[in-house]
């Protein structure tokens, strides 16, 4: 019997029952180790893998906002398939430690995250020279760089800030406690983003960023 | 001097107005805890946890194409 692995929480998380998992396969919350899994059974993994994909996954993401809705959760990435009980039984028990302490960490806490990005993001536009279409590519990623630092520092709500830089621009990760969300959309709202930057903000997402044992 | 600005807009964490299906898909598919070593979707021998996106995407779809047409223990680890 395979188990699709959604996430692991505290005992206490509320499960909503009605909410099906992933191909209409029902949710069981699994105890062990003062841990709660949250999986579903089939006797035929492939039944979670169907096609078209994107449909499964975002069944799989419906699982992981109910259960975030009540508790901090430790989401597993789509599709993390364990081939019984047993195996989920001794992963709880080797991973308890560091678990539990992240549960801990981030009972309160969630995720934002702004993705920085260009306007134009096909590069600058041509120029009559080579050396002037380098110095305009220069200035893009000098306008982002520094609107990443600024963001970083101007977000004073934020527990803690990080950004990964990517082909398409920035992509940054706050972490936010439940009850300052509102204050960090509100922050984030009175800046003033640069010409030829574009900026999208999402969340709250279960945190994922931050989930460095130390 | 441009006095233009850039954009901001807000979307929440699921599918709405402003929410599209790569940001809900990048994070369940590119965010969360990877359990190595314990994993069985080693379909068609590729480990698909570590691939991009997009690669991902493509690859668990043309493997089950290749599953429906073949045996079905064919997909088993």
Redesign the interface.
């Known amino acids: 019997m395979?188990l699709l692995?959604y996430?692991v929480a505290k005992p206490s998380a509320l499960q909503d029952e009605s909410q099906p998992g992933v191909a209409g396969t029902p949710v069981s919350r699994i105890e062990g180790s003062n841990l709660a899994a949250f999986v579903s059974r089939n006797d035929?993994?492939?039944v979670w893998?169907?096609?078209?994909?994107?449909t499964s996954?975002?069944e799989?993401?419906r699982v992981?906002?109910g259960l975030f809705k009540s508790a901090a959760i430790?989401?597993?990435?789509?599709?993390?398939?364990?081939?019984s009980d047993q195996?989920l039984a001794e992963?709880l028990n080797q991973r308890s430690s560091e678990y539990n302490t992240l549960l801990s960490k981030f009972e309160n806490w969630t995720q934002m995250e702004a993705q920085v990005s260009y306007?134009n993001p096909g590069g600058p536009a041509p120029t009559e020279s080579g050396t002037e279409y380098l110095l305009e590519r220069q200035r893009r990623q000098r306008t982002l760089a520094d609107f990443g630092s600024e963001l970083g520092s101007a977000i004073s709500v934020a527990g803690e800030w990080r950004h990964r830089s990517m082909k398409s621009g920035l992509r940054c990760f706050a972490l936010v406690e439940r009850n300052r969300i509102a204050q960090f959309?509100e922050r984030?709202?009175s800046?003033?983003?640069?010409?030829?930057?574009?900026?999208?903000?999402?969340?709250?997402?279960?945190v994922?960023?931050f989930?460095d044992p130390n | 001097m441009?006095t233009?600005?850039?954009?901001?807009?807000?979307?929440?964490?699921?599918?709405g107005d402003e929410?599209s299906?790569l940001?809900?898909?990048d994070?369940?598919?590119?965010?969360?805890?990877?359990?190595r070593g314990?994993?069985?979707?080693s379909?068609a021998g590729v480990d698909?946890?570590y691939l991009g996106l997009d690669v991902?995407?493509t690859s668990?779809?043309t493997?089950?194409?290749h599953?429906t047409r073949s045996a079905?223990a064919a997909?088993k680890?």
Do not use: Y
């Open positions: 395979s692995l996430c035929h993994h492939e893998l169907r096609t078209p994909l994107s996954a975002l799989f993401h992981l906002t430790i989401p597993f990435r789509f599709p993390t398939i364990l081939e195996e992963l306007s959309k984030m709202q800046i003033s983003v640069p010409a030829g930057l574009k900026v999208r903000v999402s969340g709250p997402w279960p994922t960023e989930l | 441009s233009e600005t850039g954009s901001m807009v807000f979307a929440g964490n699921d599918l929410m299906l940001d809900l898909l994070h369940v598919l590119d965010q969360g805890v990877i359990l314990n994993l069985v979707i379909l698909l946890v991902v995407l668990v779809e493997a089950m194409r599953i079905p997909a680890k």
